[in-house]
């Protein structure tokens, strides 16, 4: 499915990262995935809450600078070269994977993975074509 | 034994200078009547060039500043048929903000004469080697030092500024005598030698830094490290560039070259003059030049002026060196910065007016660090999108100031507000 990801623009100073964190504990939300990409100065944080809209709003109002950006999860067997297959399916057709990060699981045998790429709906063709299963709501927000 | 370029004017009685000063100015108010913008000038404030006929009438002049400079952009202020004129220089700044001064040839000779006076009150002498280590072009410095050593007869190194170990090479190779440039490069310039262990292959005796504020404390630090006398030098594009002002040996502040320029200092609020030895805002009048003619400019640079024996035998007024400006303007690394610029830059590239200039000197080198407040528009959730960003304002920055800036964003609202109106300029500099 495609799910939206929050991106929220954090100095890189020490605490600011806790502040975020902090904040989102405080609103009882749960990070169900999470990535940081810093620079010496900023970093960005993504992460994948349930309720992305609310939280979103939730931490604008408390003065962060907040984006939501549409990403994919896929849902693939917890074996090694499973990631690797999306990947060559993906690299094959010419689509750029932006980044991509993992999910905290539940389910022993399942791995979710978030991908960012240009165009969501020309992945999600390539994707079937392969077999790759996108993750559903339940996978997700359990 | 102090040597003198020109002893008859360094050196000449005060009465004698003052009859040449009073029958230069009274030419000069005639000869920048012809100008229409003097002569609405004048007859907007009721004077007449008439009126003007001696030092002691100079107050009754109307004051010009940067925006008239700015106005009459660009011939509005040439003196003479373009035809006259052989060379523009311009200050550092925006198009907008933009000075361009005209020299005629003989303006450009009296200004090579003033700064051959400053050579050679360093010490100079036509068998010295004269490192110009400012940067050559729009801006006076190169020229300026340039025009001085060849008036000496020294052999002349047109280095410009950067590539310093280039610099350093010629320095060794050449065994240049005096290293001109501004203050902040000779420090560095002293760093680098030393860190290449060839300071005992340097054979400079003398410096003469300028285009920038420093302190007793930096030159002491460079005459150590270099194992030179450094002397300070004052000048600004509008007056005609280095060399307005020079140190001599007893290093006390700058002598002004008085048979060229007229030198008021005055309350920057009400505008009257002030006694020697009292600070206040220097204002210049060009006396001799016929291109740019300026009268009574303000320079906004705050001094004390006064005229006491000088153990050189030099009878010019001396200039302390400078304690501030009446306006924001910031000279960094020997530029010319408004925050103004800074802020064009950064609303051009998107951003909101909440930036923050930090100006530090670090190893005697000045550093500009803009911190500019992310916005929820200028976000991207793709660190190459906020580095491309960051990168255009450097690019532009550089572009406009001819400055490195460090661009760092910051969260919202971190910049500091006091009583809500955000502290938009911290320099750090001791100077």
């Given at each position: 499915m495609i799910l939206k990801q929050l991106s929220v623009f954090v100095e890189n100073k020490l605490g600011k990262l806790?502040?975020?964190?902090?904040?989102?504990?405080?609103?009882?939300?749960?990070?169900?995935?999470?990535?940081?990409?810093d620079t010496s100065d900023f970093g960005i944080l993504r992460v994948i809450v349930s309720g992305p809209d609310d939280v979103a709003a939730l931490l604008r109002e408390q003065g962060y600078i907040v984006r939501l950006t549409?990403?994919?999860?896929?849902?693939?067997?917890?074996?090694?070269?499973?990631?690797?297959?999306?990947?060559?399916?993906?690299?094959?057709?010419?689509?750029?994977?932006?980044?991509?990060y993992a999910f905290v699981s539940h389910n022993e045998d399942k791995a979710y993975v978030v991908i960012k790429v240009e165009n969501n709906e020309h992945a999600m063709q390539v994707l079937a074509k392969h077999g790759v299963l996108l993750a559903d709501e339940e996978d997700i927000y359990k | 034994m102090e040597n003198y370029y020109q002893p008859d004017m360094e050196c000449a009685p005060y009465e004698q200078l003052r009859a040449i000063q009073g029958a230069r100015l009274k030419e000069n108010v005639r000869h920048a009547y012809d100008i229409p913008f003097y002569k609405d000038l004048l007859d907007k404030n009721g004077v007449k060039p008439e009126d003007?006929?001696?030092?002691?009438?100079?107050?009754?002049?109307?004051?010009?500043?940067?925006?008239?400079?700015?106005?009459?952009?660009?011939?509005?202020?040439?003196?003479?048929?373009?035809?006259?004129?052989?060379?523009?220089?311009?200050?550092?700044?925006?198009?907008?903000?933009?000075?361009?001064?005209?020299?005629?040839?003989?303006?450009?000779?009296?200004?090579?004469?003033?700064?051959?006076?400053?050579?050679?009150?360093?010490?100079?002498?036509?068998?010295d080697v004269?490192?110009?280590?400012?940067?050559?072009?729009?801006?006076?410095?190169?020229?300026?030092?340039?025009?001085?050593?060849?008036?000496?007869?020294s052999l002349t190194l047109?280095?410009?500024?950067?590539?310093?170990?280039?610099?350093i090479q010629f320095m060794t190779d050449l065994r240049s005598t005096i290293l001109c440039c501004t203050p902040s490069y000779a420090a560095y310039l002293a760093e680098s030698i030393h860190e290449a262990g060839l300071i005992d292959q340097i054979a400079l005796k003398a410096g003469i830094f300028g285009a920038e504020a420093w302190s007793e404390e930096?030159?002491?630090?460079?005459?150590?490290?270099?194992?030179?006398?450094?002397?300070?030098?004052?000048?600004?594009?509008?007056?005609?560039?280095?060399?307005?002002?020079?140190?001599?040996?007893?290093?006390?502040?700058?002598?002004?070259?008085?048979?060229?320029?007229l030198s008021e200092i005055i309350d920057p609020q009400t505008g009257r003059q002030l006694p020697y030895g009292e600070?206040?805002?220097?204002?210049?009048?060009?006396?001799?030049?016929k291109a740019f003619p300026l009268l009574r400019y303000r320079t906004r640079d705050i001094c004390v002026l006064t005229r006491n024996k000088c153990s050189c035998g030099r009878t010019l007024v001396k200039m302390s060196r400078l304690m501030g400006r009446t306006d924001d303007m910031l000279i960094i690394r020997g530029v010319n910065v408004f925050p103004s610029q800074i802020e064009t830059v950064i609303i051009n590239c998107g951003f909101e007016a909440n930036y923050q200039i930090i100006v530090d000197r670090v190893n005697y080198t000045d550093s500009l660090d803009v911190h500019i407040e992310m916005t929820p528009d200028m976000f991207s959730d793709e660190v190459r999108d906020i580095e491309k960003t960051e990168k255009e304002v450097v690019d532009k920055l550089r572009s406009m100031l001819g400055l490195t800036a460090k661009v760092t964003l910051v969260a919202p609202k971190s910049i500091t507000r006091s009583e809500g109106k955000a502290v938009r300029i911290i320099d750090k500099r001791k100077i």
């Open positions: 806790v502040d975020v964190v902090e904040a989102l504990g405080q609103e009882g939300i749960d990070i169900r995935a999470l990535s940081i990409a549409n990403v994919l999860a896929v849902s693939l067997p917890d074996a090694p070269g499973s990631l690797a297959k999306v990947l060559r399916a993906l690299s094959d057709e010419n689509i750029n994977v932006e980044y991509t | 003007i006929r001696s030092v002691d009438d100079l107050h009754k002049l109307p004051f010009i500043t940067k925006d008239n400079l700015r106005d009459a952009y660009p011939y509005g202020l040439l003196g003479v048929p373009l035809s006259e004129a052989v060379r523009i220089q311009s200050t550092s700044g925006t198009t907008g903000r933009r000075v361009v001064a005209f020299y005629t040839q003989a303006d450009i000779d009296l200004w090579d004469e003033c700064c051959a006076r400053a050579i050679i009150a360093a010490g100079g002498t036509k068998d004269v490192h110009v280590s400012y940067g050559y072009g729009l801006f006076t410095g190169g020229p300026g030092l340039n025009g001085g050593s060849h008036k000496v007869g047109p280095m410009s500024s950067g590539n310093t170990a280039r610099q930096m030159r002491r630090d460079i005459e150590s490290k270099l194992r030179i006398k450094a002397y300070d030098i004052y000048g600004l594009t509008e007056i005609s560039g280095p060399g307005v002002s020079f140190e001599c040996s007893e290093q006390t502040g700058m002598h002004i070259n008085e048979d060229h320029f600070k206040g805002e220097l204002v210049l009048t060009c006396i001799s030049k």
